[in-house]
Each structure stands twice: as structure tokens, then as C-alpha cells.
């Protein structure tokens, strides 16, 4: 039976360690290609003959209009605007649905799971015509609206926080004379900490990640990219690719880092977003 | 007759008028004369009655309105109609003597501001009425001898009773024009004939009613339609599926008790999630590809004699994509199943082992049970993104193998790539909006299904 017991742990720890070899085998693999000196898209060898820094300086100072610094900067500021409208617009809006009463609320919670269910990129294509037919495409306010536009539907998870800061609360502070914008700012809000960090920085990362929705609002003009388009139209041509994809590993590596730090210090939101957050129409 | 009822009802409002307002309908011919001027000229009521701000926003809105629809309105609604009448070239200037080109209409824009106009018409209704309550409130409030509401005291309304208006406004307008508009454009488009052939400004698009929809489920259409749909929904079940068992599973590996270094692994799946997809499925396809480094080196040490075709055969590419997709949706799976697992009470198991049951036999029973409840919702959700899991082909194989039989798909192109496919690269956007409205439709129904069945089971009033 012992003897058993430590067979069944052997195993499970030899499965364990296969897996987490190759789980991170790309993430080793992309931070390696990011160092070699050698060209070429594809190679049969796992570390670099040479390495090199040279990858990274290229994005920084070459004249190919790979403008990788600009790229940064345009997704910061699309990832702070948008940040911050995203995390007033639905802090504001889980609050109603969770703690105030009005007429329309719960049409309100069943035309968001509806309309919420229409594929993000349907309406993105749509949007885009019609940015465009206001002649609004290529600008980063165009990208911004695009980001804040989703948060009005996207309140669950706050909602769902606002649903378990006891009703006692309110009514006490009710019956002392405070207004309802009192018991939010005083009482709430400061409680809510935790899910407001969560919604911004959830929003602030976004930008960062996605590319199809910056791909098609921002066009071909490349001053204006995101990091994210940027690195994607890199290596998205074949003649391109060859030459540049261990420029497009750097630049991979330089905003993953940041974005993979952000996402270890919210992992136990999302733990409790999948859970609680779930949709109850 | 009609007189004498209304007397009765006015009676009975006056009685318990707290209660009770005048329905819009009767006010007008209830109310004192500034009442009835509000009916025309909004906001005269409130002006009347010292609420010279409130009045002069439902004033300026009326002028506003009745200006833009004079001189844009009516024009929208019939282009609305027409989707445009005047080609774009050349015409015949007599005057001149020559040909001279005009510009032409855009049925898009026509389109646009056409449903625009209609969104603007309901705006404004909805004004109109506010209006008139509020001059009804000011009739009833003066009937009754109370004090009129200073704009301090609408202020401070607007921060207690009326808070909601303050954080749901600006939303709910951002959802009318970024998220309904594009939605009731989308399925406008379907009854057109917006395509490659139809591009405005050089042409007009018309209305053709339901024949788009009758090429994609049993015209030529259908051809490419049919096995796309079904790969889709292959797909999405076995994707959701498969990240769901794996993911239990490994979560179960890694709460083996006496396994070592349990934190070091889930950290390094986790790691997983956070890299943005662009570049973690970027990279795959690098390592995949015909000449990338995992048939190399296979090739180096003689395993295989030529390379796999991971992503450029059709059924290969299938599984690849299945398979890289775990690469990135087991570790959520798995991180939602430990957190339930560490809350399993420990008393329930327990007594299983007593009774004698086998760990089988308590994981079918006591675990698997809590977790599928648990995650119920999750996976609904899942299905539904794995449906529209555009990242994962995009990147991977762009959609690819092309496959000849079909028309601007490939083997493993979903509805949404197929969808991009139509719109950005070929121009085929009433194709493209038909095939939006039946993912819609088939995702709305399903899932609303499925989460009444969920909340039923979970107890929750739906």
C-alpha cells in the first residue's frame, strides 16, 4: 500500500515536470530568439551560437519605421485613458445595478447579457465603418472609445462584489441622514478598493494584449500603432519575418514582463471572477 | 360620455394624487395653460416656474431637434429608404457644354445616418416626455400648494433618490450608439447587397430582403457555410471540453499530496496566462511551422525523415490548433479547480473513505459534482468564447490550409475568421453580416438556455 502510495507520487511528479517543461518551453524558447545574433526565422537549435543585444537596440533606433518607443507610448496612453474612463463607467454602473433601485434595471441586466452575447468583433467591424464614416479612424481616441465603450456591459464581477457588502451598511447611514452619494463615496468606496484596482488594471492591461481590435481602427499608419499591432505586422509578412523576428522576440519579452508581473498580483481577482462573477440574469 | 369618465378618474386622482399622476394623455386637457404651452414649446413650464435651467435645457433640446430634423432628419429617413438614387460619373452639364463627374451618394452613409436618425427621433421622444412630466409635476405640486424644487434641491436629488441617472447615463448612451447601433447596422447590412460588387461611393447597395440568407443555408453559398459551421461547433465543444477535463486533471495532479515543489508549478502555469496571446501563438506558429525548430530538430535526430505539416495540412492543423489551445486554456481551468478543491470539506471525503469507497469513486461522486457546479456558468461562457476564438486560428494558421472547395475559407477558418476574411479582405459584407446574425442568434438562444437551466440548478432566481 505504502509502496504504492510513492509510485502514484513518483509519476504524478515526472507527469508534472513533462508539462511544465513544455509549458514554459515557448516562454524560454521567445526570451533565447530574443538574444541571437544570427538571422533567420526559423532555426534547428534551441540556444543562440552568438548572442547579442542588438535585437533590442533595433527597436529603439532603427530607421525601417519599426517605431517601437512611439508604439509604447501610444498604447500607454490609450491604456490610461481608457483605464480610467472603463473603471468610473463600470464601478458606476455595477453600483446601480447592485445597490440602487430604479425602473429599468432589470431590463437593463437582461439586455446586457443579450446584446453582451453579440460577438465583440461583429460590432468592432460595424464600429469601424461607422468611425470611419465620421472619418474617425486612425486616431488613438477612436481606439480610446473603442476600449471604454465595453465597460457599461461588463460589470459582473464588480457587481458581484457590490452584492456582498452587507445592506445593514447603508441602511445605518441611511437613517443618519446620509444621501445616497455619501454612503458611495464614504462607505463604499473605500471598501470596494480591491475591485477597483482590479477593474483598472484589468482595463489598463487590455491594450496591451489585443491586437485585432487596434489592427483594424488604426489602418496603416504605423505613428500611430500599438505596441501590440506593431509587433504582430512585423512578423506577419513573410519578408518581414525573416529578418525581424528576433526584433519582434525582444519586443515581446520587453512588454511581457511588465504585463506578466501585473497579472500575478491580480490572479486571485480572477480566481474569484470566474466563480462569483458568473452570470445570473 | 368619454367626458364624464374622465371626470370620474379626475376625481379619484385628486383624492390620492401622491399616488396617482394625470396620465400624459389627459394632462392636456386637465392642466393650467403653462402646462399645455410645455406641450409646444418645451420647458415652458419650468421657465414659468423659476426652474430657468432645467427649462432652458428642454427649450434649447426642442429647437435643436426641430432645426436638425428639418435640415437633416427627413433627408436621413428617406436615404433610409432609398440607401441613395444618384450613381456616381459622369452626367451631362448642358450648361457647360461638357461631361462633368459627380460625386454621387454612399449607401453606407445613407445607411448609417439613416439608422442614426432613427436612434435620434427616439432621443428626442424620450425628452419630450420627461418634459412633460416635469411640467406635470410642477401642475400637481402647485395643485397641492407644496414648494416648487429649486435646481439645489434637484441636485441633491439627482446625488440620493436619483443617483443611478448620474453613473448609468453616460453609459447607457455609449451602449446606444457603440454597441446597438453597430448591432442593428450589422443586420441591415444582411438585407442588402453590400458586396465587392457594390461598393459605394462608386455604387449603390440596395434593399433585397431575405435572399442573403437563403445563399448561405441553401445556395452557393451553403457549400462553404455548411462545414465551416461545423468545424466551428467541433471546435468549440471539443476545445471546452478538452481545457475543462485537462485542466481538473492537472489540477488534481498538482494537490497530490506529497508531490513537491506544488507552488513552483502552479506558478509556472500561471505564467502562461499572462503572456498577451499575440505572442505566445506568434511563437507556436514559429516553432510549428514546416521549417520552425520542432520539426528541425526532430529531423536532426532522425525521429522523422521529412517535416510534419503541423499547421499546413487540413486535419493536422485541426489538432494542432486544439492542442496549442490547451497550451493556454488549461492553467485557468486548473487555477479555478484548485481554489475549489482546497474548499472541498474535508468531513464529506472523509466519511466517503470510511464508507469504504475507492478515490474513483468519491472523485465521480463528492468532487467532479462540486466542481461542474462551481464552474457551470464558466463553461457556458467558455463554449460561447471558443464559438468566437478568433485569436487562436488567426495566429496559428491564419485560417489555413486553404481549401479549394471552399469559398475564402480554409480548413480550419472558424465563422468569425471566415467573417474577417469577408470583410476585410474580400468585401463581401452582407455575406459577412448574415453569417454575424446566425452566430448571434445561435449564441444568444444557447446560452440563454443553458444559464436558466444553470440557475435552476443552482438555486438562483433567474
Same mark, same amino acid.
Given at each position: ?281 | ?129 420627461? +418634459? ?167 529531423? +536532426? ?23 496549442? +489551445? ?59 468564447? +471558443? ?76
Amino acid at each position: 500500500m505504502k509502496k504504492n502510495k510513492l509510485h502514484a507520487i513518483i509519476t504524478s511528479q515526472v507527469i508534472l515536470t513533462i508539462l511544465a517543461f513544455i509549458w514554459v518551453l515557448p516562454i524560454i524558447f521567445v526570451i533565447l530568439q530574443s538574444f541571437r545574433a544570427e538571422g533567420g526565422q526559423f532555426v534547428s537549435y534551441f540556444f543562440p551560437k552568438h548572442w547579442t543585444l542588438d535585437n533590442y537596440k533595433y527597436l529603439f533606433t532603427n530607421k525601417d519605421g519599426w517605431n517601437y518607443g512611439q508604439w509604447f507610448l501610444n498604447t500607454l496612453f490609450v491604456s490610461v485613458i481608457s483605464g480610467i474612463i472603463s473603471t468610473f463607467l463600470s464601478i458606476g454602473v455595477a453600483y446601480s445595478l447592485s445597490r440602487l433601485q430604479f425602473k429599468l434595471k432589470g431590463f437593463y441586466l437582461k439586455f446586457a447579457l443579450i446584446v453582451g452575447m453579440f460577438p465583440g468583433f461583429l460590432s468592432m467591424i460595424s464600429i469601424y465603418y461607422i468611425l470611419k464614416a465620421l472619418n474617425l479612424t486612425n486616431s488613438l481616441w477612436a481606439l480610446v472609445l473603442m476600449y471604454s465603450y465595453g465597460a457599461a456591459l461588463g460589470f459582473y464581477v464588480q457587481k458581484g462584489f457590490f452584492d456582498t457588502i452587507p445592506q445593514s451598511l447603508d441602511e445605518r447611514a441611511q437613517i443618519d441622514g446620509a444621501s445616497r452619494w455619501q454612503i458611495f463615496t464614504k462607505i463604499t468606496l473605500p471598501i470596494a478598493k480591491p475591485i477597483i484596482v482590479y477593474t483598472a488594471l484589468g482595463a489598463f492591461t487590455g491594450p496591451w494584449m489585443d491586437f485585432i481590435f487596434a489592427k483594424v481602427v488604426l489602418g496603416n499608419n504605423q505613428s500611430k500603432w500599438t505596441v501590440a499591432v506593431g509587433l504582430f505586422t512585423m512578423v506577419s509578412s513573410k519578408e518581414n519575418a525573416n529578418s525581424l523576428f528576433m526584433s519582434f522576440a525582444a519586443g515581446s519579452v520587453l512588454i511581457a514582463i511588465p504585463i506578466t508581473i501585473l497579472f500575478i498580483w491580480l490572479q486571485r481577482f480572477f480566481v474569484e471572477g470566474v466563480t462569483a462573477g458568473s452570470v445570473k440574469g | 360620455m368619454k367626458g364624464k369618465q374622465l371626470t370620474k378618474k379626475d376625481k379619484k386622482l385628486q383624492t390620492n394624487n401622491l399616488v396617482n399622476d394625470i396620465p400624459l394623455t389627459q394632462l392636456y386637457s386637465k392642466a393650467d395653460a403653462d402646462t399645455k404651452l410645455s406641450y409646444f414649446l418645451m420647458g415652458f413650464s419650468n421657465i414659468k416656474n423659476k426652474q430657468i435651467l432645467k427649462g432652458l435645457f428642454f427649450l434649447i433640446s426642442e429647437i435643436g431637434f426641430i432645426y436638425w430634423f428639418f435640415s437633416w432628419g427627413i433627408k436621413s429617413l428617406i436615404g433610409l429608404v432609398t440607401l441613395g438614387t444618384k450613381k456616381a460619373g459622369e452626367i451631362y452639364d448642358s450648361k457647360l457644354g461638357v461631361y462633368v463627374s459627380r460625386p454621387g451618394d454612399n449607401s453606407l452613409l445613407f445607411l448609417l445616418f439613416g439608422l442614426s436618425a432613427v436612434m435620434l427621433i427616439g432621443i428626442g421622444i424620450y425628452l419630450y416626455r420627461i +418634459n412633460l412630466k416635469s411640467a406635470r409635476k410642477i401642475y400637481q405640486l402647485k395643485a397641492e400648494g407644496k414648494k416648487l424644487p429649486t435646481l439645489k434641491d434637484d441636485w441633491n436629488e439627482l446625488l440620493n433618490d436619483r443617483l443611478y441617472l448620474l453613473f448609468m447615463a453616460i453609459p447607457i448612451i455609449g451602449i446606444l450608439f457603440f454597441t446597438v447601433l453597430p448591432i442593428v447596422y450589422t443586420m441591415s447590412v444582411a438585407f442588402t447587397n453590400y458586396d465587392h460588387s457594390h461598393l459605394p461611393p462608386g455604387h449603390l447597395f440596395k434593399w433585397i430582403g431575405l435572399s442573403n440568407f437563403g445563399n448561405i443555408i441553401a445556395g452557393p453559398m451553403a457549400k462553404t457555410f455548411l462545414p465551416v459551421l461545423g468545424w466551428t461547433l467541433i471546435w468549440a465543444v471539443l476545445a471546452t471540453v478538452s481545457n475543462f477535463i485537462l485542466g481538473i486533471m492537472l489540477a488534481m495532479l498538482i494537490n497530490t499530496k506529497g508531490i513537491k515543489g506544488d507552488k513552483v508549478y502552479r506558478t509556472i502555469f500561471i505564467l502562461t496566462m499572462a503572456i498577451p496571446q499575440f505572442i505566445s501563438f506568434l511563437v507556436w506558429a514559429n516553432m510549428l511551422n514546416d521549417a520552425g525548430i520542432i520539426n528541425r530538430v526532430l529531423e +536532426n535526430w532522425g525521429v522523422i525523415s521529412g517535416p510534419i505539416h503541423f499547421l499546413t495540412d487540413g486535419m493536422t492543423a485541426k489538432m494542432t490548433v486544439l492542442v496549442v +489551445n490547451l497550451w493556454v486554456g488549461m492553467p485557468a481551468t486548473m487555477l479555478v479547480t484548485t481554489g475549489i478543491l482546497q474548499n472541498l470539506s474535508a468531513d464529506q471525503i472523509e466519511a466517503a473513505q470510511i464508507d469504504g469507497a475507492n478515490k474513483f469513486q468519491i472523485f465521480k461522486n463528492i468532487t467532479f459534482p462540486q466542481i461542474l457546479f462551481v464552474m457551470a456558468p464558466s463553461l457556458i461562457q467558455q463554449f460561447i468564447g +471558443n464559438i468566437n476564438n478568433f485569436n487562436v486560428i488567426f495566429l496559428l494558421t491564419g485560417g489555413g490550409p486553404t481549401n479549394s472547395n471552399f469559398y475564402r475559407a480554409g480548413d480550419t477558418d472558424l465563422l468569425v475568421t471566415w467573417l474577417y476574411q469577408l470583410t476585410l479582405n474580400s468585401q463581401d459584407y452582407s455575406l459577412a453580416s448574415v453569417i454575424g446574425i446566425i452566430i448571434f442568434i445561435f449564441t444568444a438562444t444557447f446560452s440563454l438556455l443553458m444559464f436558466k437551466k444553470v440557475n435552476k440548478l443552482q438555486g438562483v432566481n433567474g
